[in-house]
Nanobody, 116 residues
Framework: QVQLVESGGGLVQSGGSLRLSCAAS????????MGWFRQTPGSQRELVAT??????TYGDSVKGRFTISRDNTKDTAYLQMNSLRPEDTSVYLC???????????WGEGTQVTVSS
């Protein structure tokens, strides 16, 4: 069982920056696809970013502002969020996908609030 623990959320003014972290347990971190979704009440989960060891992808709404990275030596993924906007306000959820067994793991989420 993989456990994911997010941190780094909080309140920031529009135009500001935050960096989220997602620490994972387990010994296969380097093999997982890692990523971030976000979700606000009453809405569907929105893909923010994903990262394998060699490739990153981003949702259209965050391209050019957010950067996903991972440190396989620390079993941690990061989401650097710059130029934040009020519409980025959401709960940000980290996930890990183990393709070898087709299993997805989720963190509990961290709240990001951007004030105008």
């Amino acid at each position: 069982q993989v456990q994911l623990v997010e941190s780094g959320g909080g309140l920031v003014q529009s135009g500001g920056s935050l960096r989220l972290s997602c620490a994972a347990s387990g010994s296969k971190f380097g093999l997982y696809l890692m990523g971030w979704f976000r979700q606000t009440p009453g809405s569907q989960r929105e893909l923010v970013a994903t990262a394998t060891s060699g490739r990153t992808t981003y949702g259209d709404s965050v391209k050019g502002r957010f950067t996903i990275s991972r440190d396989n030596t620390k079993d941690t993924a990061y989401l650097q969020m710059n130029s934040l906007r009020p519409e980025d306000t959401s709960v940000y959820l980290c996930y890990a996908y183990d393709a070898s067994i087709g299993q997805t793991y989720w963190g509990e989420g961290t709240q990001v609030t951007v004030s105008s």
